[in-house]
T-cell receptor, first 112, second 114 residues
Framework: GENVEQHPSTLSVQEGDSAVIKCTYSDSASNYFPWYKQELGKRPQLIID???NVGEKKDQRIAVTLNKTAKHFSLHITETQPEDSAVYFCAASGDSNYQLIWGAGTKLIIKP | ETGVTQSPTHLIKTRGQQVTLRCSSQSGHNTVSWYQQALGQGPQFIFQ???????GRGNFPPRFSGLQFPNYSSELNVNALELDDSALYLC?????????????FGPGTRLTVL
């Protein structure tokens, strides 16, 4: 079955700097890769997603890149702000299996 | 359009008891997925229901079971509770066939097993 690995587990960046979180997946049939943000005690919120027919997608300060050959995808946050502090999860799923398989999460800390 | 709701918010049970958690899907969604999120970990897929039938199951024992009703709401039942079942249980709804992978989460039910 699918396995998703996520790195780093904790990331501390200065406010205004960029943050990058990386994930790898094992199942080449996976074709949908969402990123969720989860604040303490709250539900996961979808922040951006990418499908396997696209290599990059951007939404304001957030971008996701996908390398299908290498089976990895990354989240990029530019000009980080205090409200970006949260746990970020990557996930993967495919058409034949709608299960979302999640990474272990990255705790992003924005230092003032 | 209403979002995904779950009940109850919090629940305390003892070992060996049974529990039922409920989820109302977002308006227009026909698919509900259930996840278990232990403290400090990512959500683990339990199972998914589509049109009242189980449509995929993760690595959870049979004492985890579910239902989906004609209005697409869903229940998660856990029998013979164990201490390790203590977690946040999340349900997520989606619309199969239309960007079907996008899942929208409810606020979760925090289950504590003593």
């Amino acid at each position: 079955g699918e396995n998703v690995e996520q790195h780093p587990s904790t990331l501390s960046v200065q406010e205004g700097d960029s943050a990058v979180i990386k994930c790898t997946y094992s199942d080449s049939a996976s074709n949908y890769f969402p990123w969720y943000k989860q604040e303490l005690g709250k539900r996961p919120q979808l922040i951006i997603d990418i499908r396997s027919n696209v290599g990059e997608k951007k939404d304001q300060r957030i971008a996701v890149t996908l390398n299908k050959t290498a089976k990895h995808f990354s989240l990029h946050i530019t000009e980080t702000q205090p409200e970006d502090s949260a746990v970020y999860f990557c996930a993967a799923s495919g058409d034949s299996n709608y299960q979302l398989i999640w990474g272990a999460g990255t705790k992003l800390i924005i230092k003032p | 359009e209403t979002g995904v709701t779950q009940s109850p918010t919090h629940l305390i049970k003892t070992r060996g008891q049974q529990v039922t958690l409920r989820c109302s899907s977002q308006s227009g969604h026909n698919t509900v997925s259930w996840y278990q999120q232990a403290l400090g970990q990512g959500p683990q897929f339990i199972f998914q229901y589509y049109r009242e039938e189980e449509n995929g199951r993760g690595n959870f024992p049979p004492r985890f079971s579910g239902l989906q009703f004609p209005n697409y709401s869903s229940e998660l039942n856990v029998n013979a509770l164990e201490l390790d079942d203590s977690a946040l249980y999340l349900c997520a709804s989606s619309q199969s066939g239309q960007r079907h992978n996008e899942q929208f989460f409810g606020p979760g039910t925090r289950l504590t097993v003593l």
